[in-house]
């Protein structure tokens, strides 16, 4: 069964420190890896994605994620957390099969921004 | 351009009424997705469209849910006599829909259903 889990239900980073965020996800073979955020009342924005190639992969508001295969893992980073990343994030996976199209969630963790 | 637009954005509802909820997916894109997120069970896969082909229904969580798409464009998904336990965010997706090749879903911004 294709699932992913996101250990850490809740974060409080402060302000200007640095954060990771767990992912890990169960699947036999390499999948396609999300991370959407999702602001209080707003629908989910990608951050970035992994497909292929470079593991270390670039997305928006200065996330990056590295996906790790012999871990399972696809881990955000961002250097130094602003008040305005205080949201909660997904990560998500697709198999790579033709016909499986829907992407299957973690359950959320939720970042807190103290000042 | 415009995203995937969503409405209402907000429905309350008296249980055993039937809502409809509207999905716009950005101009261009050939597959449509709909997500449900509630407190208990997180973010589900409920129906996904691909063109013309016959949707993937595996996510529905009872006979009660259907979803349409007219056109290749606009999503309806409608749920019949209501439950409280059908209260959550009801998510609309949509991608360029290449079979066989990475595709990126694209999200809006949701309805609030809440059924009393």
């Known amino acids: 069964a294709q699932s992913v889990t996101q250990p850490d239900i809740h974060i409080t980073v402060s302000e200007g420190a640095s954060l990771e965020l767990r992912c890990n996800y169960s699947y036999g073979a390499t999948p396609y890896l999300f991370w959407y955020v999702q602001s209080p009342g707003q629908g989910l924005q990608l951050l970035l994605k992994?497909?292929?190639?470079?593991?270390l992969v670039q997305g928006i508001k200065g996330f990056e994620a590295e996906f790790k295969r012999s871990q399972s893992s696809f881990n955000l980073r961002k250097p130094s957390v602003h008040w305005s990343d205080a949201a909660e994030y997904f990560c998500?996976?697709?198999?790579?099969?033709?016909?499986?199209?829907?992407?299957?969630f973690g359950t959320g963790t939720r970042l807190l921004v103290s000042p | 351009g415009a995203g995937v637009s969503q409405s209402p954005s907000n429905k309350v509802t008296e249980k055993g009424k039937d809502v409809e909820l509207r999905c716009d997916p950005i101009?261009?894109?050939?597959?449509l997705y709909w997500y449900r997120q509630s407190l208990g069970q997180g973010l589900e896969f409920l129906i996904y469209f691909q063109g013309n082909s016959a949707p993937d229904k595996s996510g529905l969580p009872s006979d009660r849910f259907s979803a349409e798409r007219t056109g290749g464009s606009v999503s309806t998904l409608t749920i019949q006599r209501t439950q409280q336990e059908d209260s959550a965010v009801y998510l609309c997706?949509?991608?360029?829909?290449?079979?066989?090749?990475?595709?990126?879903?694209?999200f809006g911004p949701g309805t609030r259903l809440t059924v009393l």
């Open positions: 998500a996976m697709k198999g790579m099969n033709t016909g499986f199209q829907k992407l299957v």
């Open positions: 997706a949509s991608s360029l829909g290449f079979t066989g090749a990475p595709d990126t879903q694209y």
């Open positions: 992994y497909f292929s190639g470079d593991t």
């Open positions: 101009s261009g894109h050939t597959a």
